[in-house]
T-cell receptor, first 116, second 113 residues
Framework: AQKVTQAQTEISVVEKEDVTLDCVYETRDTTYYLFWYKQPPSGELVFLIRRNSFDEQNEISGRYSWNFQKSTSSFNFTITASQVVDSAVYFCALGRRPNTGNQFYFGTGTSLTVIP | AAGVIQSPRHLIKEKRETATLKCYPIPRHDTVYWYQQGPGQDPQFLISFYEKMQSDKGSIPDRFSAQQFSDYHSELNMSSLELGDSALYFC????????????FGPGTRLTVL
């Protein structure tokens, strides 16, 4: 069975602080995909990053960085120098390889509030 | 680039009424997915279609049905609406062989009064 756990329900930080959002996943598949989405109050799901299971290279994109560790089944997301506009709910999701059930499995989300 | 289109964006219905949500996938995408996100919840997979055939089924209530048409657009039909059906409904599309490239639409917010 596929499962994504985001243990942090809500996080509050003061602007310019760094914050890390945790994501732990469970799957028996050897090929899978991991995603992070941002959902602002307007409701749309904004795609942030996709990682496949064979690519453990960490990635940095501006103030965002991701740490993928297969050994601990984790795919954590760090925002550096947080800004008020980062306030949103962030979802981690797991996708499977083609023809094994193509739907995404979402974590329960982490609500991030950045205080000015 | 063209994205997934959903209509309407907002819908208000009374209990026991019927609602139809529409989804227009990204051009050349052959697979459509429907997700339901209740208040404060994560998106839950409902159903998907590939080449107009039901592909996978999730936690879709029997009161709901969906189909994909020859132009690949999809409709989610919801009957006998209940208060608990109030949610954000997302449609996503992808190529069947590249499910990791699933793109989400902006969602339809359904409110049942």
């Amino acid at each position: 069975a596929q499962k994504v756990t985001q243990a942090q329900t809500e996080i509050s930080v003061v602007e310019k602080e760094d914050v890390t959002l945790d994501c732990v996943y469970e799957t028996r598949d050897t090929t899978y995909y991991l995603f992070w989405y941002k959902q602002p109050p307007s409701g749309e799901l904004v795609f942030l990053i996709r990682r496949n299971s064979f690519d453990e290279q960490n990635e940095i994109s501006g103030r965002y960085s991701w740490n993928f560790q297969k050994s601990t089944s984790s795919f954590n997301f760090t925002i550096t120098a947080s800004q008020v506009v980062d306030s949103a709910v962030y979802f981690c999701a797991l996708g499977r390889r083609p023809n094994t059930g193509n739907q995404f499995y979402f974590g329960t989300g982490t609500s991030l509030t950045v205080i000015p | 680039a063209a994205g997934v289109i959903q209509s309407p964006r907002h819908l208000i219905k009374e209990k026991r009424e019927t609602a139809t949500l529409k989804c227009y996938p990204i051009p050349r995408h052959d697979t459509v997915y429907w997700y339901q996100q209740g208040p404060g919840q994560d998106p839950q997979f409902l159903i998907s279609f590939y080449e107009k055939m039901q592909s996978d089924k999730g936690s879709i209530p029997d009161r709901f049905s969906a189909q994909q048409f020859s132009d690949y657009h999809s409709e989610l039909n919801m009957s006998s609406l209940e208060l608990g059906d109030s949610a954000l409904y997302f449609c996503a599309s992808s190529l069947r062989l590249a499910p990791d490239t699933q793109y989400f639409g902006p969602g339809t917010r359904l409110t049942v009064l």
